[in-house]
């Protein structure tokens, strides 16, 4: 009885990172798809790059979805650590972003779509890596 | 804040994962208070205190 009910939470947390994980590819495929249809295929069609784009969008929002409802569903503690992360992170990027306007904006780092990537990258390491000393710090 | 859990808990011979699985949190959230680095909110300490048919003053304490 105990491993049944030991394992319910464990159960709701891995279905829940699971569908995260799905539809986080399912977005990031389909801003592929939108970049590489645009450049290779579709480039004429309004209507196409439209729904490449719509798409895109609907995905967003399901994967924005996915990780509400995996938030809603961890424990107390995990979820403090999991928001602190995501402010931490958030604040990062602020202070970078803020940064790269002041130097864009003195002329000293014109600023391109490249980095954006850098962007996304800062917050792809910054947010493990915070969730990870949280969860030091109560280990 | 103090607390008396993992005395609770070894009395019933349950494992963190055991006592987790029936307060519905992850067994690392157990762990953190057991070792009172992390403080549950007052609706755990109730969750806490009617499985171990006990009150919530008897199982947390203030640190002073």
């Known amino acids: 009885m105990s491993d ?7 159960t709701t947390n891995v279905k829940n990172s699971v569908s995260v994980l799905l539809w986080s590819v399912a977005w990031a495929g389909s801003m592929l798809l939108a970049i590489v249809g645009f450049k290779f295929f579709w480039s004429e069609s309004k209507w196409l790059i439209g729904l490449s784009i719509g798409l895109h969008l609907v995905f967003a929002l399901f994967a924005l979805r ?3 409802v995996w938030l809603e569903n961890i ?9 602190k992360s995501a402010a931490f992170t958030l604040g990062i990027v602020w202070m970078v972003v803020i940064v790269m306007l002041l130097l864009n904006s003195i002329g000293w780092l014109p600023v391109h779509d490249g980095h954006l990537v ?15 000393f949280g969860m030091r710090k109560v280990a | 804040m103090k607390n008396r859990l993992k005395v609770l808990r070894a009395e019933k011979n349950w494992t963190q994962a055991d006592l987790a699985g029936q307060l519905d949190v992850s067994r690392q959230t157990i762990n953190a208070i057991e070792k009172e680095k992390y403080d549950p909110s007052l609706s755990l ?14 199982i947390f304490s203030p640190d002073n």
């Open chain 1, 4 to 10: 049944f009910l030991s394992n319910k939470y464990d």
């Open chain 1, 66 to 68: 996915a990780h509400f």
């Open chain 1, 75 to 83: 424990d107390e503690l995990m979820r403090g650590i999991q928001l």
């Open chain 1, 118 to 132: 850098l962007l996304t990258l800062i917050m792809a390491i910054v947010m493990p890596l915070s969730t990870f």
């Open chain 2, 45 to 58: 300490a109730f969750k806490v205190a009617r499985l171990f048919e006990s009150s919530i003053e008897a």
